[in-house]
């Protein structure tokens, strides 16, 4: 039997369900008959394929040319970057060879995700445009992840790491989508809920789902994937096993999880030193305890930060996380408001609902007296992925562009309610006492006991990419009415 998945120079190539993927696991684009050429080379890598063969497995019972098949050759050599034909090698006058090894197995592999089509009853043709249309966008919004596999051959449902599927149905003027995600070896459930429409929101249903699935599905794979991996130790871990325990250390966010992302994903860089993804994880470790410790405490390497970043967007220029990942380097690093956007606005073209890109676009906004704008883009985040554990530190940057805007009585429950969801979170207690001296509120004996634990000093807002001095000025004057201490007290 045939391998299944063959490594390609710097590409892979899974026979079972004919996808290509670059270094960083992208999908790379391959008209369908130049892809058949390549199953039927990648079934025997190594042995001769002779023209006629080739000609008559892809294109059956239809006359062509060889100048059909030297076309195909030609469209595969450029999705291998093959220029020097070492991967597809020309036998003159036999036909072509594909030099290519075993791939690793799927414990080294990508997460796949399985999109069922969508059930309808009835027969309502309405329904049944609107559930395929759903599948498409799913699709589509999902195949722009460089860090998973999207199938769509129920196949391939055992291997699925998830399964989306549900039901549509229209009646009259109201349409109703069902939409379901499991863990596709456990089965347990990750989410079910409904969306309705009605009149002319019907065909806009399926984008919206979409988007609010796709965000939500992120977020819940960042947070939970690695659960597995995080109890045992880095050597015994594939590169994507590494890459997946350090984005659930990642998520909690606390001085100790820090640290076990940092190691995980340094022994991922120095395994996989040409994937982007992992370089650009790495890099985001400068900024990853951004502004919620000290910044006394951050390492001091902001330049290797940069020149990670950098690589990572040479090899990742079509990843939205690697090209958000330099955008944030160049707005908490160096207050580059401007190239944080650039690189944004290049991440959203490939993803436009990516909630991080969102967020350093956001965090731009309001440091640069943008308040409205990055209020709302932020709320519009919280509303597409409402189990995000980030959403405690959005409600207080949106307490901030509350208070810099004047608007100091609804920054106050803002600040408080982010402290409520974060209750442990010195940011969220810091955001809190500086609402709480802006609008000169009594303290209470709860919250006098808050505003003395808070281990971040009043002029932690001097070190925030905030464009005017003023607001920055403004921001410590107001933690210190409260009580917050000027400088930083030792971590504990």
Not at 184 to 196: L, N, Y
Not at 305 to 312: F, P
Request: hydrophobic residues 45%.
């Amino acid at each position: 039997m045939e391998p299944q998945r063959l490594s390609l120079g710097a590409c892979s190539f899974d026979l079972s369900d004919l996808t290509l993927r670059s270094a960083s696991g992208a999908r790379v684009p391959l008209r369908a008959q130049s892809m058949r050429v390549l199953a039927e080379l990648a079934k025997t890598p190594g042995a001769v394929v002779s023209r006629d063969a080739l000609i008559e497995a892809v294109w059956t019972g239809t006359a062509v040319t060889d100048d059909s098949l030297a076309q195909c050759v030609k469209d595969i050599r450029a999705a291998l970057s093959d220029q020097d034909h070492e991967i597809v090698k020309t036998v003159v006058g036999r036909g072509y060879s594909l030099t290519a090894r075993s791939a690793p197995g799927d414990a080294a592999g990508l997460p796949k995700v399985l999109v069922e089509r969508f059930r309808t009853t009835g027969g309502n043709v309405q329904a049944e445009e609107l559930a395929e249309a759903l599948f498409e966008e799913l699709v589509i919004r999902l195949t722009r992840r460089a860090g998973v596999r999207v199938l769509t051959d129920t196949a391939f449902r055992p291997g699925a790491r998830y399964i989306i599927g549900g039901r549509a149905t229209v009646r009259g003027e109201a349409a109703r989508v069902f939409v379901k995600i499991e863990r596709g070896v456990s089965g347990e459930e990750v989410h079910a809920g409904t969306d309705s429409g009605a009149d002319g929101d019907i065909w806009t249903l399926a984008g919206r789902v979409a988007d609010r699935i796709s965000a939500l599905l992120r977020v819940h794979m960042i947070v939970n994937d690695g659960t597995e991996a995080v109890s045992r130790d880095d050597a015994e871990l594939s590169v994507q096993e590494l890459l997946d325990k350090a984005g659930w250390h990642m998520n909690r966010f606390r001085r100790e999880n820090w640290v076990a992302a940092r190691r995980a994903l340094t022994a991922a860089v120095s395994r996989a030193p040409e994937n982007p993804v992992a370089l650009a994880m790495l890099a985001s470790m400068q900024t990853q305890m951004i502004p919620l410790i000290p910044f006394a405490e951050l390492p001091g390497d902001v330049d290797t930060a940069l020149e990670l970043s950098e690589r990572a967007v040479e090899l990742g220029q079509t990843i939205d996380y690697v090209l958000r990942t330099r955008g944030n380097l160049r707005l908490w690093c160096l207050g580059d408001h401007d190239g944080a956007r650039l690189d944004c606005a290049r991440a959203l073209k490939i993803n436009p609902v990516y909630h991080q890109t969102h967020l350093t676009l956001a965090t731009s906004e309001v440091f640069s007296g943008d308040f409205a704008q990055g209020e709302q883009r932020l709320q519009e985040m919280m509303q597409r992925a409402p189990e995000d554990p980030q959403n405690p530190l959005y409600i207080s940057l949106i307490a901030l562009a509350r208070l810099l805007d004047g608007r100091r009585e609804e920054a106050l429950a803002a600040a408080r309610e982010g402290c409520e969801l974060n209750p442990w979170g010195a940011w969220n207690a810091l955001v809190y006492a500086t609402a709480l001296g802006a609008v000169s509120a009594q303290q209470t004996s709860a919250t006098r006991k808050m505003v003395r634990g808070i281990d971040l000093p009043a002029d932690h807002f001097r070190h925030l990419p905030i464009v005017e001095a003023g607001h920055a000025e403004a921001l410590v004057a107001w933690a210190r009415t409260a009580g917050v201490a000027g400088t930083a007290r030792p971590s504990r």
